[in-house]
């Protein structure tokens, strides 16, 4: 479980980026993190890695208290925490399955890491993850060949290699069309699901993290204005968190394009059955 207690952050400019933010994520839960651009989504979700440090306040992943953790405790906790990017901070010039392999650098004696020498049931189980994220076939290219869509599971699959206790999402359909973009989300889901782990998803889309997620948290200038189910995120909350918009329109086009590509599948596999 991730507990985070009235954590707070204060840049040295004096900008507040979080007040007193407080809730937590029990093992399996998906929570969809919502909220205007500036609202500090991106802010929280670095805190609670220490990616960017707290000002006060407390992050605790199950028996460990990640707020208060020395240099080389917290670099140990964060093998704990699967961590996947908007940009997906790929290395451009290795192949996908050297990129899954990175989420053991925390695990292997420098040396291994260098010589590109991970322990066979490291790779195993990289091979084991890259056929479930639908990227078998793609291990030997290099990361830079892929599309976004691609690079997002190789992410998704790299984190999952650290064994995580928690996944922290930011973003992960930002810069994906509409179809890949339910595709990734789908997938994250079901892989939390899997494997009962609790995950945080930083989403600018907020019929995907209805459509998807378990729970939603809404920010607001950096405080909590919002934290409940999807089916309780009305149209009047919306506005409380985004201000005035046509949000039925949305939701419509929106499920309209979900129904296009549930056809489209549907007409592909009466194409197959007729083979």
């Not at 928690?166 to 997938?187: G, H, N, V």
Request: net charge neutral.
């Amino acid at each position: 479980m991730l507990t985070v207690d009235k954590l707070n952050k204060t840049y040295k400019t004096g900008d507040k980026a979080l007040t007193d933010v407080s809730f937590t994520v029990p093992k399996g839960q998906v929570v969809g993190l919502i909220g205007p651009s500036g609202a500090g989504k991106s802010t929280l979700i670095r805190c609670i890695n220490r990616l960017v440090e707290p000002t006060s306040g407390s992050v605790r992943l199950n028996d460990t208290e990640i707020s208060r953790l020395s240099v080389g405790e917290l670099r140990r906790a964060r093998r704990r925490i699967g961590m996947i990017f908007q940009e997906y901070a790929l290395v451009e010039r290795l192949t996908v399955m050297e990129n899954v392999l990175s989420g053991r650098l925390g695990y292997v004696p420098f040396w291994r890491s260098f010589l590109r020498k991970f322990p066979g049931d490291d790779i195993a189980k990289a091979y084991r993850l890259l056929d479930r994220v639908g990227l078998m076939a793609h291990a030997d290219k290099r990361a830079d060949a892929l599309s976004g869509g691609q690079r997002q599971r190789v992410g998704i699959a790299r984190a999952l290699e650290q064994d995580p206790e928690l996944m922290l999402i930011d973003e992960p359909t930002a810069s994906l069309d509409p179809k890949t973009s339910r595709q990734i989300m789908r997938l994250l889901v079901e892989i939390c699901a899997e494997s009962s782990l609790p995950a945080i998803i930083n989403i600018h889309d907020v019929v995907l993290a209805q459509q998807f997620t378990d729970r939603i948290i809404g920010l607001q200038a950096g405080q909590v204005v919002f934290d409940g189910s999807p089916n309780e995120l009305t149209e009047a909350v919306l506005t409380q968190i985004y201000g005035e918009e046509d949000w039925t329109a949305m939701r419509r086009g929106a499920a309209e394009d979900a129904e296009a590509e549930a056809e489209a599948h549907r007409e592909t596999e009466k194409l197959m059955s007729a083979l």
